[in-house]
């Protein structure tokens, strides 16, 4: 098992900014991608941002040119850096972790969430 805590929610005026960060601990053998995913009140979840263990990123078109995301391999730990934020940003953020157990098999863990409230 693998367990995921997150942190750096909270709310913000449009144009600020915060930082998301996802730690990853517990049975953890080989992490794949990392990423964030994000709903809103009667919305789906969405992809916001993703890395893989080699640095590759990707991004959604809405928040491209304004989030960053990054990694500490060391650490099992994934970060979004969140800029000039929007209120259409307001949203739950959910950390996604791919992960393989020693016997190479895969698996999705998910956060909590954290809600990050941007007012205009």
């Known amino acids: 098992q693998v367990q995921l805590v997150e942190s750096g929610g909270g709310l913000v005026q449009a144009g600020g900014s915060l930082r998301l960060s996802c730690a990853a601990s517990g049975s953890i053998f080989s992490i794949n991608t990392m990423g964030w995913y994000r709903q809103a009140p009667g919305k789906q979840r969405e992809l916001v941002a993703d890395?893989?263990?080699?640095?590759?990123?990707n991004y959604a078109n809405s928040v491209k040119g304004r989030f960053t995301i990054s990694r500490d391999n060391a650490k099992s730990t994934v970060y979004l850096q969140m800029n000039s934020l929007k209120p259409e940003d307001t949203a739950v953020y959910y950390c996604?972790?791919?992960?393989?157990?020693?016997?190479?098999?895969?698996?999705?863990?998910w956060g909590q969430g954290t809600q990050v409230t941007v007012s205009s």
């Open positions: 996604h972790v791919k992960s393989r157990d020693s016997s190479w098999r895969l698996y999705n863990y």
């Open positions: 890395i893989t263990s080699s640095g590759i990123t």
